[in-house]
T-cell receptor, first 115, second 113 residues
Framework: QKEVEQDPGPLSVPEGAIVSLNCTYS??????FMWYRQYSRKGPELLMY????GNKEDGRFTAQVDKSSKYISLFIRDSQPSDSATYLC???????????????FGTGTRLTIIP | EAQVTQNPRYLITVTGKKLTVTCSQN?????MSWYRQDPGLGLRQIYY???????DKGDVPEGYKVSRKEKRNFPLILESPSPNQTSLYFC????????????FGQGTRLTVV
């Protein structure tokens, strides 16, 4: 079983819809939760960053973390064609200069927003 | 402009011919790492470096080497490439540990025939 599970999609929604992307994880030591967005032929770029449980909002994007259920979500409101990309969840155990607190990634969900 | 630069972007090579993929960052980041991205498997870490002359294996290090002689550069070396190393490779850097924001390069698409 993978440490991080993410539905690969693809997911197609009409412009203006609310999009929900999700990941589940098994490692209870994860404390830092991130969403990266990857456009075709580009490297991933950080979209949202959350520590521990709770919600974080940034414009049209909301990240939710439920540590009790080991479940994280990314919501996109008023989705735009420019949001079409692959969305990768990523998690890490702690922040330190000692040891490899590596990022563990989900496989990514390919999202298409239809105009 | 803050960036991570990888070269080449595309590479086709033959089995057994040594190659190097270069990676350079201009943000004075301590932490650098290499990933490979394969369909259905996501991003998997190959090697990482906490600082100059400090490197260690990630999840899939077999068949790869790295070095960190300068803070800004972190080349990936394939001494004897094989077809199962055909993949999309990304270099990334972070200010400290990767729990802080990771900046990724544009990727190198490698095909080994």
């Amino acid at each position: 079983q993978k440490e991080v599970e993410q539905d690969p999609g693809p997911l197609s929604v009409p412009e203006g819809a609310i999009v929900s992307l999700n990941c589940t994880y098994s490692n209870s030591a994860f404390q830092y939760f991130m969403w990266y967005r990857q456009y075709s032929r580009k490297g991933p770029e950080l979209l949202m960053y959350t520590y521990s449980s709770g919600n974080k909002e940034d414009g049209r994007f909301t990240a939710q973390v439920d540590k009790s259920s080991k479940y994280i979500s990314l919501f996109i409101r008023d989705s735009q064609p420019s949001d079409s990309a692959t969305y990768l969840c990523a998690m890490s155990a702690l922040v330190s200069n000692f040891g490899n607190e590596k990022l563990t990634f989900g496989t990514g969900t390919r999202l298409t927003i239809i105009p | 402009e803050a960036q991570v630069t990888q070269n080449p972007r595309y590479l086709i090579t033959v089995t057994g011919k040594k190659l190097t993929v270069t990676c350079s960052q201009n943000m004075n980041h301590e932490y650098m790492s290499w990933y490979r991205q394969d369909p259905g498997l996501g991003l998997r870490q190959i090697y990482y470096s906490m600082n100059v002359e400090v490197t260690d294996k990630g999840d899939v290090p077999e068949g790869y080497k790295v070095s960190r002689k300068e803070k800004r550069n972190f080349p990936l070396i394939l001494e004897s490439p094989s077809p199962n190393q055909t993949s999309l490779y990304f270099c990334a850097s972070s200010l400290l540990a990767p729990s802080t924001e990771a900046f990724f390069g544009q990727g190198t698409r490698l095909t080994v025939v």
